[in-house]
């Protein structure tokens, strides 16, 4: 079993940055991608971005140029997110993929997160 826990959400101001972090236990996630992910009330869960477990990273249009993924080589994914909208407001949640190199869509992932709120106002 693999347990994601996310933090750094917040409420900011349009135009911030926030840092999302993402913490692994359990049994290691080193081998896998990790995936962002984000949901907005009354809307599906969206894809957001993914690093692959060699460090390649794939984004979603809508966050490309503001958003950067990464991980370390322990057990932490982040989410750099800057110049923030209040489009972007969302829970936002971690995921570790499975057999796909780049997974972007939620049935590729295996385990999930909780979720962390982030709220952008204008």
């Known amino acids: 079993q693999v347990q994601l826990v996310e933090s750094g959400g917040g409420l900011v101001q349009a135009g911030a940055s926030l840092r999302l972090s993402c913490a692994a236990s359990?049994?290691?996630?080193?081998?896998?991608?990790m995936g962002w992910f984000r949901q907005a009330p009354g809307k599906e869960r969206e894809f957001v971005a993914v690093v692959s477990w060699s460090g390649t990273t794939y984004y979603a249009d809508f966050v490309k140029g503001r958003f950067a993924i990464s991980r370390d080589n322990a057990k932490n994914t982040y989410l750099q997110m800057n110049s923030l909208k209040p489009e972007d407001t969302a829970v936002y949640y971690c995921?570790?993929?499975?057999?796909?190199?780049?997974?972007?869509?939620?049935?590729?992932?295996?385990?999930w997160g909780q979720g962390t709120q982030v709220t952008v106002s204008s």
């Open positions: 995921a570790r993929g499975g057999l796909a190199t780049l997974p972007s869509a939620p049935n590729e992932y295996v385990y």
């Open positions: 359990g049994r290691s996630v080193r081998s896998y991608a």
